[in-house]
């Protein structure tokens, strides 16, 4: 005799449906099951076809379509969610979540609200708000907001109208360190496959010192070896003598970049090139750093080097 598991309460039904799976999925067979469940080998085929497209939230037996408690958001109600998210983050809230996701902006508007909707109806509400799925870009603790504010609304326009008054030139500068083995981009291959790219099993190591104009103006010396006092300073040697006006270099704190030798030696080409440093911790306002990612993505990540020579060259 087989039950009815249709008489059984929606608790229990999904009860029912998660211990026969779980057993099955624990070595036991099928027809065992139904016997000891009583249920239908049917009935055992149809959840385990629901368990492998859903999981196990497949087999709790919620309603589909729209929840018939909460329905849509009214106007002010989605004006108030869009002011939360561009305020704050998840965890500021309390919510389980680092940044904003569907799932997340779905759970807040069920607990402002208690309006239930799904994640595909939450991602239609964020585009129509204007919002876009992006990367998010690293940013330090250490960072100072107030500095940041500082820099771009007084202390960099200032330094804009210093250099047309002295006649001299901006220059954005960074150094970065890049190496064989990197990787950058993703490539087509069939669903399970991982396509494999060869390449030396050396590992081959390079570094390179920049500076960009806000025109695009570049140059660059690529080094072997540590990032030295020595080392960047035959570099402005090499930059003051290809920029025929005054320099100034926006660059960060690198320990280098204020050591005594580098210091003793500005004092001395004052006339020809000042350093100018960013606030700590904001590698984002540098747009030197796009170049180094260009470099790594394209130079190296899409071209691998074979010998030291290649990657220096």
């Known amino acids: 005799m087989r039950n009815d598991s249709r008489s059984l309460t929606p608790e229990a039904q999904a009860a029912l449906r998660m ?29 385990y076809r629901k368990f492998e497209k859903g999981g196990w939230d497949a087999l709790t037996g919620k309603p589909r379509g729209r929840p018939k408690t909460g329905g849509l958001l009214k106007g002010w109600q989605a004006a108030r969610i869009c002011q939360m998210i561009r305020d704050r983050v998840p965890d500021q809230l309390r919510m389980p979540f680092v940044l904003w996701t569907a799932d997340a902006v779905r759970e807040l508007i069920s607990r402002k609200y208690g309006v239930k909707v799904s994640t595909r109806t939450v991602q239609r509400y964020l585009k129509a708000w204007g919002f876009t799925p992006q990367k998010p870009v690293r940013q330090a603790y250490e960072r100072n907001p107030k500095a940041v504010e500082r820099w771009l609304k007084k202390e960099y326009p200032d330094l804009v109208k210093r250099a047309k008054a002295e006649n001299a030139s901006i220059f954005w500068g960074d150094e970065m ?10 490539f087509y291959s069939p669903k399970g496959k991982t396509p494999i790219r060869q390449g030396t099993g050396k590992r081959l190591s390079a570094n390179m010192l920049s500076i ?45 970049h204020k050591s ?28 030197d750093e796009m170049l180094n990612q260009d470099v790594k993505a394209n130079a190296v990540g899409r071209h691998k080097p074979r010998t030291q020579m290649e990657m220096t060259h």
């Open 212 to 256: 960009i104009s806000n025109r695009g103006k570049m140059a660059f010396m690529v080094f072997t070896g540590k990032f030295r006092s020595k080392v960047l300073l035959s570099f402005l040697s090499r930059v003051i003598r290809h920029v025929k006006r005054k320099v100034i270099l926006i660059v960060d704190s690198h320990p280098v």
């Open 260 to 287: 005594k030798e580098t210091g003793k030696w500005l004092e001395a080409h004052e006339d020809q090139i000042e350093i100018v440093f960013l606030p700590a911790y904001s590698p984002e306002l540098n747009p």
């Open 177 to 186: 360190g890049v190496r064989s083995d990197h990787q950058a981009g993703r």
């Open 19 to 47: 211990r026969t799976i779980h057993a099955i999925r624990g070595g036991m067979r099928r027809g065992k099951a139904a016997e000891t469940f009583q249920v239908t080998t049917q009935a055992i085929r149809n959840w």
